[in-house]
């Protein structure tokens, strides 16, 4: 498990103070909570944080061979639901993207609408060594290899395939990382969408998505 | 069986014959007379199912081998037809009015490896592949490697070793080790 | 009691009964787990789920009716609650009970879905008119055996008010004056139509997250959701109130309307655990087959 | 079938994202009212190249990547390759691999078969049923672990043989597992097969035409529903099934209903097999023939179609090759390929969309092997 590594073929600086939005849209207003320095704030912060670690609502998406280990942590063996942890069918009510497994670049078109569509705050869970640098798939002219140039990926859960235990280990490690408030994938996300369009355009050849997906 | 693959041998010119198991025979037929024979075989024989279609590439005779694997369903005998196509503009004749489930196989293999069958009900339809710009896919003269360094973005720091050299290498310490 | 005060131990009413919802819904889900073996979430997860709601900001926009939806749904279950007395004879939790209650009551019922079907109708996915569709026939037909379960209670007792109901219950005294038994058939028609009204399986197929992602509330998120998730738990236990009022006697101290609330709710739940869910013309099949005929009896039985 | 559908008719995508297809793949479906018109399958969501990437490795190195062609039962696919390279190569296999093989493959067939039973009330809204099936499909997959180290992918079965020999106390264990399947199947038959609410929504919905078994080429669960008795291991049989003894059980009236029934059948034929195999196994010998360098190994030219029978129907590998060190074509065709793709299409008309999720599942449709 790792935080979002922050050098990949040269990151462009973000100019302190400037909030660039893109193609026209003007997210900023959608970003959720900005960390604010006032104190108060940081208590209310806190207290928001909380509710959102206890309660992680994931996508029923999956997106590869991955998933097959995610019936055994819903059910009865290892229950996520003891965490707090529940599938939702509807993109609109999760905030929980798990991409499991290898990414294949007509699935990858589907999982940017779909991550758009959640309600920020919003997180990615990449599981499966696929997902970190392609995996035993690095030859193969069909999947993605690395997932956070498209999505903002906040943990990764190495393995193939991870097992049930190592979700468990990813999703506490998740939701440590939410209390804490270390977690700024879906503003990163919004502050330099145009680099990331960049990269998912560079790989979906058809692209006729909208700006963006709301 | 042998008594079909007799009948076959008097109706139609068999190229090659091969008896791979005790329930599997290969033929090879010309092109010309694979769908005479395959609407024959369907028609007047049991081995009514077509269980499999596939092509393979055989780049270096610049040529493709198109394989229809029939069975029988009553005594579970296979047989194989294989025929062999040019290679640059593959065109085959549609199974599709023989075996609805050819429908799919032809789609697939029109997308991958290129191979046209007119009359094919969803022929240039997408089945895998999503706006797909290079030469099909599974063709041998497809490097998927070079596909893959020039469109799609790899994490720094893979290495990349010689599997003989570093097996060879470990070998050798573990040589070195016991003696 | 001044009107000022009525309303202010209603306000409070209609909290605790939020809450009580919410810990119920918590009870139910652990007991679904229990039953299959989970450990399932601690009984406090529903507020969990609803402070995180509350704290999301919506990104979606359909138009003013798309967010009126599920208003409409949480004032349906508060106006339902409002009417109807918890306990009777203990003023500051009869609510606003007055003569004639029950039939705002059937009223407030469907207003309720209805307004969620109109707010739920802007969100243009498809998704969500499907499962409207699908709810409201199968709505329609489970208040078939309610009203007609309704209607054989007024045409007995002579009176449209909740409260007089229940006084009529209490005076006939002990387990055997409870209408549960003084009318059987009609007791019968409400509590297999409770099956329907609580969406529980086999009558959840207007939010079947297997066939159409959850139906009507596909769109909705944050605020709204949170909503929803209140006036889901004050609609579940302002209908298991009518429920006690009506059939078992209404109640005479608060631990005693816990109890019988409780009970009411756990049956649905319990039948949930073990069935698959119908289809939706079979589950108007079912509700207009026994259910109705036990309602119709119960109606004309009266009469010889 | 264009000609069914309308104007008027609703356009709907039913995936990839959506919790009742089976993985990621998606039917398109045009809708009046609650009756599907017309459906397409779309797939290519899960698409990996399987076939081209092993065109680039080695012999040795293919095991890694036929086990992710169908994730719940990764072992068909290894024995596939393995049963079809040796054909060519003229490799024996000793006595022992023969039955440990077998052992793993039916041991796979049962984990499948009992998630393809969960799923099947799971998709008409009954949790309870899944989460114990589930479970108990764990148990075998901790026995999995014990016998090849890993709980999914195994890549146990190689050429020549099989990779490691079966532990100690391993049979015991075993069985230990086998009785809590056992314990608990009355149970689950209790909730499924005696439900009147499963039985009204699976007794004739999903109904196949019996002639189209021979036609389509339908194998698996779907096709003895329909008393049709098409069980590879059976009409041509492979390793030691021959030598057990096992009925092939069909059921009538080719729906849903009868697909659950077979399962059932299935889950109780595979835990009678695998006692037959762990009492009867030779305790002693070599579990892989003695192979060559694999990093030298080539293979003569030839090509060949090998079968077994996976929890879904006939899985059969065309297999070519060249005489190089490495695989030249190397085709799958898994039962989903036919069941999934041309029998749902025909399937779908007339069908309630509510039963649509219930029909992908009853012919345990599973994408990755389709698109591969």
Redesign the interface.
Known sequence: MSNKPDL??GVPEIPAGSVPHANGCDQSC?L?ERPDPLSYKEAIQTV?NW??A??L?V???????G???L??LG???F?M??F?I????????S?VLIISG?L????L??VIR?YEQM???KWVVGLGSCT???G???????????LD?YLPVDVYIAG??P?PEALIGGFKELMRMIKNGETKGYIDYIERLDWYRE?QK?????WDLPDYS? | MQTTLQALKNQFTVQWEKQQRADLHQVGLPREQTLAALTWLKEHTPFVQLTHMSVVDWIEEDQFQITYLLMNPRSYDLLMVCTRIARSGATMESVHKLWPQAVTYEQEMNEMFGVEFPGSPRQGESFILEGWEDIPPMRRDFDTVQFVLDHIPDRPGRLSINTREFIGRKVGEKRLLHD | MSLAIKIAWSLLNVLVAIAYGLVTYGVVRKTMARIQGRIGPPIYQPFIDLGKVIFLRTATSHGVMFFLGPIFRFVGGVGLFLVLPVIVGVPALENFSFNGDLLLAMYFMFFGSLGMALGAAEGGHPHSPIGIGRGLSQMTSFELPFGLAVVALISVGGSFSVTEIVQRQQELGGVLGWNLFQQPFAAAAAFLALLGMNMYPPFNIVGAPQEIPVGPPTEYNAVFQSLMMSGRSIFAIAKTVMFMDLFLGGATSIPEAFLKTFCIYMWTVFVGAVFPRFRTEQSIRFFLGWPTLAGVVAVLLPLF | MTEQVTEKDVQLWVGPQHPGVTGNMSVQIWLRGDTIQMGRTHVGYLHRGFEKLMERRKFIQSFPIVCRICVPEPDTNEYLLAAGVEEIAGIVIPEKARWLRTLALEMARLAATLQALGGQVGMMGLGTVPNWTYTLRDYILDRFEELTGARIYHMYIVYGGVRRDLPEGFAARMEEDLRAIEERLPFIDNLIFDNAVFRKRAIGVGKIDPAWIDEMGITGPTARACGVPRDVRRNSPYLVYPELDFDVITAEGCDIFARAQVRRGDITQSIRIIRQILARMPKDGPYCARMPNMLHWTVEKGQTYVRAEASRGEMGYFVVTDGSDKLRRVHVRGPSYVHAVSLLERMLPGTNISDLGATMVSMQTCPPEIER
């Open positions: 990949l073929h959608f959720g928001k509710f959102r206890n309660s609502w996508i029923a998406y999956g997106t590869g061979c998933s097959i280990e019936r055994p059910t009865a063996r229950d639901e003891r707090g529940a599938m939702r069918p509807t993109p609109r009510q905030n290898y294949s670049i007509k699935s078109k589907r779909v309600p920020s705050p970190i640098n392609g035993m798939y690095w030859d193969s002219y069909a999947t993605m290899k690395v140039l193939c395939m097992r990269n560079q790989i979906i050849k058809d709301w």
